[in-house]
Nanobody, 125 residues
């Protein structure tokens, strides 16, 4: 049984940082591109970041690139992380971890076959 379990969400003030983690089990982690998506209240789920199987290549949404969010993975622990810096109120959302069985990135949520339950991030102004 495949499981993706996110953690690390919470309430933080604008300008602060959080580190999200996603622990996986039941799948050959090294064979999967891993992604983070988010869904803000009243909005559609959107792509945030993705990392390739080796961890060398990364893809970021324009709203978080430039070091504001940093995705990483530990293939020895079957875990993917996302460090979120300089958080803004507009980053408030439920953040989802997802796994994609492919060598290529995708920014579409239908490109990912497995999803976690999400972790809530609230950024206060």
């Amino acid at each position: 049984q495949v499981e993706l379990v996110e953690s690390g969400g919470g309430l933080v003030q604008a300008g602060g940082s959080l580190r999200l983690s996603c622990a996986t089990s039941g799948l050959p982690f090294i064979n999967y591109v891993m992604g983070w998506f988010r869904q803000a209240p009243g909005k559609e789920r959107e792509f945030v970041a993705a990392i390739n199987k080796s961890g060398v290549r990364k893809d970021y949404a324009d709203s978080v690139k430039g070091g504001r969010f940093i995705i990483s993975r530990d293939n020895t622990k079957n875990t993917v992380h996302m460090k979120m810096n300089s958080l803004k109120p507009e980053d408030t959302a439920v953040y989802y971890c997802a796994a994609r069985y492919s060598a290529d990135f995708s920014r579409r949520d239908d490109g990912y076959g497995y999803w976690g339950q999400g972790t809530k991030v609230t950024v206060s102004s």
